[in-house]
């Protein structure tokens, strides 16, 4: 029977969350920043591929729906959700553009768009962030500890201290959950 070894699990997970609480300021910073965009009429476009898709598609859901708190539904759009979109692109066109392209079809100036990239190098999420930044909007990436091309393109970046994608995701999930609760604080 393969054994896991929880302690330094445990261990590397700590350090992520850890580069997280480091992080307070800036997400009290995007939160605000989320804020003025609904004010403004503006949405969250969130983007990813694999298990950071599934986390863009649950984000976008706490905005819809609810957090924790009862309130009205926030603007948001995980653009990996629609499969006739996805695939349509992906077969006409390019995989690599399957992302810009829906963000110069939705989105506008007042908009928030979110990259989950845990690598940092998922070239269609390059691509639609680079379509984001043309079209004005305000541009976060979370990713992982490594330099990467996401990393260095956006006005806010959370780079998780991890290597390990489990933990990079834990710790997005983090942040993205921080960020529902500073919006149930305001809306609700």
Not at 51 to 58: M, V
Not at 60 to 72: G, I, L, N
Not at 163 to 188: M, N, V, W
Request: charged share 20%.
């Amino acid at each position: 029977m393969a054994r896991i070894d929880l302690k330094r699990a445990l261990a590397e997970h700590q350090r992520a969350l850890a580069s997280v609480t480091q992080s307070s300021q800036k997400i009290e910073n995007l939160i605000a920043r989320i804020i003025q965009a609904f004010e403004a009429g503006g949405k969250v476009l969130w983007m990813g591929n694999g298990g950071s898709a599934a986390d863009a598609q649950h984000m976008a859901a706490e905005m819809m729906v609810r957090y924790v708190k009862d309130r009205r539904p926030l603007p948001a759009i995980a653009l990996n959700t629609d499969t006739s979109i996805l695939t349509a692109h992906s077969n006409d066109y390019d995989f690599e553009t399957v992302f810009s392209r829906q963000i110069e079809g939705l989105a506008q100036r007042e908009d928030v768009v979110m990259a989950l990239s845990t690598s940092g190098h998922s070239a269609n999420v390059v691509r639609g962030m680079e379509a984001a930044m043309k079209k004005g909007c305000y541009c976060v990436v979370l990713t992982g500890q490594a330099e990467s091309p996401l990393s260095r393109m956006a006005h806010c970046v959370f780079q998780v201290d991890s290597h390990e994608t489990a933990r990079i995701q834990e710790a997005h999930t983090f942040i993205s959950h921080l960020i529902c609760e500073g919006l149930d604080t305001h809306f609700a």
